[in-house]
């Protein structure tokens, strides 16, 4: 009986996240991110259970002021930064019941290192409730998306990256992903988005939103940035033999001077929401509207998240779901 991650579509028991509170880190964007956040928790909490860390008691008065009476559970624990896709558990269920996966975490190939990431998985699952299996090899939970048959999507330019696992090759990985996520089928795409620092995470580039149909972006504007590398994972879900359905890329978001990682695909399906983050482009609207039309039964609420971004990612990334 394998036990593998459930699609993110089926029920949650919880839905882990943390809140931003690190000044050195955030800077200028640290209350507006934490604004950003708290109003991801309170669509979220509707409809599952929020366990959210908080690192001090004086980031946890913060996120009860901006939280009040939501469906939140408030845990203090010293983590580097808000990155649960990443430094948190990998839920697994089975017919028997559930356990977590935790794999080494390297900050990302060695860009962040911040004290009490590697330690967060450990915290989670504990307190979840939950036994955790350790495995020696890097894996982030956004380097892959999954629809709970099996299949998995990733991407090459992260897995297959020097600095991750130096000595595995794409054989050894799929068979690492086989051993401990019961991943037997494996969908690589190319690259990840221009300037992602997480190496290319596939959560910014393709999710399943439903078993065998796989989201991919459609480029919007004539100088998007990532139109080549969108097509390319359409062609190569297409080769695979998925369904593939299209929502609208935000196009070029220049920040400071600098072109961001902006990405509609990092959504958030809660039980009975999909969070959805937008960034001021002038596409937000038919993003959510695209995503609404793949969720029928779910309240879609695009939210902005170009704070959060500033820190690295957005609601995906700092989410992660615990099965019911």
Same mark, same amino acid.
């Given at each position: 009986?394998?036990?593998?991650?459930?699609?993110?579509?089926?029920?949650?028991?919880?839905?882990?996240?943390?809140?931003?509170?690190?000044?050195?880190?955030?800077?200028? %964007?640290?209350?507006?991110?934490?604004?950003?956040?708290?109003?991801?928790?309170?669509?979220?909490?509707?409809?599952?259970?929020?366990?959210?860390?908080?690192?001090?008691?004086?980031?946890?008065?913060?996120?009860?002021?901006?939280?009040?009476?939501?469906? #939140?559970?408030?845990?203090?624990?010293?983590?580097?930064?808000?990155?649960?896709?990443?430094?948190?558990?990998?839920?697994?269920?089975?017919?028997?019941?559930?356990?977590?996966?935790?794999?080494?975490?390297?900050?990302?190939?060695?860009?962040?290192?911040?004290?009490?990431?590697?330690? #967060?998985?450990?915290?989670?699952?504990?307190?979840?409730?939950?036994?955790?299996?350790?495995?020696?090899?890097?894996?982030?939970?956004?380097?892959?998306? =999954?629809?709970?048959?099996?299949?998995? =999507?990733?991407?090459?330019?992260?897995?297959?990256?020097?600095?991750?696992? /130096?000595?595995?090759?794409?054989?050894?990985?799929?068979?690492?992903?086989?051993?401990?996520?019961?991943?037997?089928?494996?969908?690589?795409?190319?690259?990840?988005?221009?300037?992602?620092?997480?190496?290319?995470?596939?959560?910014?580039?393709?999710?399943?939103?439903?078993?065998?149909?796989?989201?991919?972006?459609?480029?919007?504007?004539?100088?998007?940035?990532?139109?080549?590398?969108?097509?390319?994972?359409?062609?190569?879900?297409?080769?695979?033999?998925?369904?593939?359905?299209?929502?609208?890329?935000?196009?070029?978001?220049?920040?400071?001077?600098?072109?961001?990682?902006?990405?509609?695909? %990092?959504?958030?399906?809660? %039980?009975?929401?999909?969070?959805? /983050?937008?960034?001021?482009?002038?596409?937000?609207?038919?993003?959510?509207?695209?995503?609404?039309?793949?969720?029928?039964?779910?309240?879609?609420?695009?939210?902005?998240?170009?704070? =959060?971004?500033?820190?690295?990612?957005?609601?995906?990334?700092?989410?992660?779901?615990?099965?019911?």
């Amino acid at each position: 009986m394998t036990a593998r991650q459930s699609a993110e579509w089926a029920l949650h028991a919880a839905c882990w996240t943390a809140f931003p509170s690190a000044a050195d880190l955030w800077e200028d %964007n640290l209350a507006p991110a934490q604004a950003e956040v708290a109003a991801m928790v309170r669509v979220i909490a509707e409809s599952e259970r929020v366990e959210l860390l908080v690192n001090g008691l004086a980031a946890e008065l913060a996120a009860r002021d901006l939280l009040g009476a939501a469906n #939140v559970g408030f845990h203090q624990f010293g983590f580097g930064d808000i990155w649960l896709r990443d430094t948190g558990p990998l839920f697994l269920s089975s017919p028997v019941g559930h356990a977590a996966a935790a794999f080494r975490f390297n900050g990302w190939g060695g860009k962040y290192d911040l004290p009490g990431d590697d330690a #967060v998985a450990a915290f989670v699952a504990s307190t979840a409730g939950v036994p955790l299996a350790r495995h020696d090899w890097v894996l982030e939970g956004g380097a892959i998306d =999954v629809d709970g048959t099996g299949l998995a =999507v990733t991407t090459e330019q992260c897995l297959l990256n020097p600095n991750r696992n /130096p000595r595995m090759d794409a054989n050894e990985i799929a068979s690492h992903l086989r051993r401990d996520l019961g991943i037997d089928r494996l969908l690589w795409l190319g690259d990840g988005l221009e300037g992602d620092h997480t190496d290319g995470h596939v959560d910014n580039l393709a999710r399943f939103v439903a078993p065998g149909v796989l989201a991919v972006p459609a480029p919007s504007g004539a100088d998007d940035p990532n139109a080549e590398i969108y097509e390319d994972a359409h062609q190569r879900a297409r080769d695979f033999g998925l369904d593939v359905v299209t929502i609208p890329s935000p196009g070029r978001v220049v920040v400071d001077g600098d072109v961001v990682p902006a990405s509609h695909m %990092n959504f958030y399906i809660a %039980n009975g929401a999909v969070v959805v /983050p937008t960034y001021g482009s002038p596409y937000g609207d038919a993003a959510v509207a695209a995503v609404a039309a793949l969720f029928p039964t779910r309240k879609v609420v695009g939210l902005q998240a170009l704070h =959060v971004l500033s820190g690295g990612g957005s609601f995906h990334c700092i989410t992660q779901q615990q099965p019911l």
